[in-house]
T-cell receptor, first 113, second 115 residues
Framework: ELKVEQNPLFLSMQEGKNYTIYCNYS?????LYWYRQDPGKSLESLFV?????AVKQEGRLMASLDTKARLSTLHITAAVHDLSATYFC?????????????FGKGTKLSVKP | DGGITQSPKYLFRKEGQNVTLSCEQN?????MYWYRQDPGQGLRLIYY???????QKGDIAEGYSVSREKKESFPLTVTSAQKNPTAFYLC??????????????FGQGTRLTVV
């Protein structure tokens, strides 16, 4: 059974600081996604990572993928309050018995002035 | 514009009543999914469908039913057998197969409350 583990689950950081959220998964996958969710809202797609060594950047967020280590990271640079949200990683597997998106539990990020 | 639409946004269910949540997409995606999210929690898979006329149970399918008669539509029925249905329900869709538009998109969600 594919498992996806995120850590930390809660992250409180000051504006201007850097931090990394980790996403480990237990078996080979075809795609890895990062999403953002604001309170009471749906999930917003941030990044999709398709291959080993893939790196995507958007503003203060950068995501990377190491398929050999089965690890993806979401790095936050010089955090600002607007980044406060819950961030989910999800792994998609084709052709397996699950055949779906498997989500981590999410990392609730709070950026304080 | 392509997208995925869930309706209604808010839904109230009486005890013992069945209700149906709508999910429609015009992205030509093969796969569609239903997730449940409880307050402060992650997403749990209810059902998914990879092709028309076929669907599979997820981790928490008991008390729910789905159909996939059309590629664009994947409605979820919350039956009276679901004893604790109050939650936020999210529908998603994606392409099957590598090499094509890879994003899995989510609808805006339906918040179901038992009254």
């Amino acid at each position: 059974e594919l498992k996806v583990e995120q850590n930390p689950l809660f992250l409180s950081m000051q504006e201007g600081k850097n931090y990394t959220i980790y996403c480990n998964y237990s078996t080979t996958s075809d795609r890895l996604y990062w999403y953002r969710q604001d309170p009471g809202k749906s999930l917003e797609s941030l990044f999709v990572l398709l291959s080993n060594g893939a790196v995507k950047q958007e503003g203060r967020l950068m995501a990377s993928l190491d398929t050999k280590a089965r690890l993806s990271t979401l790095h936050i640079t010089a955090a600002v309050h607007d980044l406060s949200a819950t961030y989910f990683c999800a792994v998609e597997v084709y052709g397996g018995s699950q055949g779906n998106l498997i989500f981590g539990k999410g990392t609730k990020l709070s950026v304080k002035p | 514009d392509g997208g995925i639409t869930q309706s209604p946004k808010y839904l109230f269910r009486k005890e013992g009543q069945n209700v149906t949540l709508s999910c429609e997409q015009n992205l030509n995606h093969d796969a569609m999914y239903w997730y449940r999210q409880d307050p402060g929690q992650g997403l749990r898979l209810i059902y998914y469908s990879q092709i028309v006329n076929d669907f599979q149970k997820g981790d928490i399918a008991e008390g729910y039913s789905v159909s996939r008669e059309k590629k664009e539509s994947f409605p979820l029925t919350v039956t009276s057998a679901q004893k604790n249905p109050t939650a936020f329900y999210l529908c998603a869709s994606s392409h099957n197969g590598a090499g094509v538009d890879p994003f899995a998109f989510f609808g805006q969600g339906t918040r179901l409350t038992v009254v």
